[in-house]
């Protein structure tokens, strides 16, 4: 009796004929399964997504709230302790889906400003020195003035001739 592999005993199943010349690829290629996103694509589909969430939480809310309604109509007529709980629960539901809904804002806010400062550097610097040192350097007319007055009280200085 021939032993069965796994591909016949599947055909045999599906009752399909299983050809075992074509050629299977061993190994995915990498190029095969990545797929090439441009960050376009990448800002529809988060639109995209967002608007889709962002509706369906909405008509959540809306519904959970028009649940509400009813059950507390219930829970009044019916004096039931079951039917208060059941109210309760449903509110808690409700205004965690309003959290849900502004933490979704957050996120969206956050993954849009790290887009936009993903290009950006920041490199923080030390200065070691002293204020007026300091103030040269920021300040690169001033030094060049204040080296001028130097020059010129040179220049204006008495020469005093001594009788040695």
């Known amino acids: 009796m021939k032993k069965e592999n796994v591909n016949d005993k599947i055909s045999k199943a599906l009752d399909v004929e299983y050809n075992s010349s074509e050629e299977q690829p061993k190994e995915i290629q990498k190029k095969e399964v990545a797929e090439v996103i441009s960050k376009d694509k990448l800002d529809k589909d988060l639109t995209q997504d967002y608007n889709r969430v962002r509706r369906n939480l909405k008509e959540l809310i809306n519904t959970g709230q028009n649940a509400i ?5 219930v829970a009044s ?8 709980e059941v109210a309760g629960q449903m509110i808690k539901t ?4 309003n959290k849900d809904l502004m933490d979704l804002h957050g996120k969206m806010k956050t993954i849009t400003k790290e887009d936009i400062t993903i290009n950006n550097s920041t490199t923080n610097a030390i200065y070691v020195g002293s204020t007026s040192d300091l103030q040269d350097l920021i300040n690169q007319s001033r030094s060049a003035k204040k080296a001028l007055k130097t020059y010129d009280n040179v220049l204006d200085a008495e020469v005093v001739e001594s009788d040695d």
């Open 77 to 84: 007529d019916s004096d039931s302790p079951r039917a208060y």
């Open 94 to 97: 409700v205004a965690e889906m």
């Open 69 to 73: 309604d009813g059950i507390i109509n």
